[in-house]
């Protein structure tokens, strides 16, 4: 399953409504945590910043592959978790 952020979404210069922080761990929130990692707040900042259409994904989980960064350096991720249960408070949920 892929989270779909509409191209007209990604254009627009869109800010969050509210903001929480995630309780329990989920596919959702290991990509937020990704995503907050290489700075940005979620998927929709990254394609505003970065001017892309796609997200680079793991097919077998799909959970984020590689990110550029706003000083252009790469972070690349594991196919499994990588947040673990102890930073999952530390990932902050946008709502739209």
């Known amino acids: ?3 779909e952020v509409s191209g007209v979404m990604a254009k627009a210069d869109i800010k969050p409504k509210s903001i929480y922080h995630a309780k329990k761990w989920s596919d959702d929130v290991e ?3 990704r995503f907050q990692q290489a700075g940005y707040r979620d998927e929709v900042e990254y394609k505003q910043v970065k001017q892309v259409d796609m997200v680079e994904c793991w097919p077998e989980t ?11 350096t790469f972070y690349y991720y594991d196919k499994q978790r990588e947040c673990e249960d102890k930073e999952v ?3 902050k949920v946008y709502v739209y």
């Open 89 to 91: 408070h530390k990932v």
């Open 31 to 33: 990509n937020l945590y």
């Open 62 to 72: 799909g959970f984020v592959k590689k990110l550029q960064r706003r000083d252009n």
């Open 1 to 3: 399953k892929k989270s």
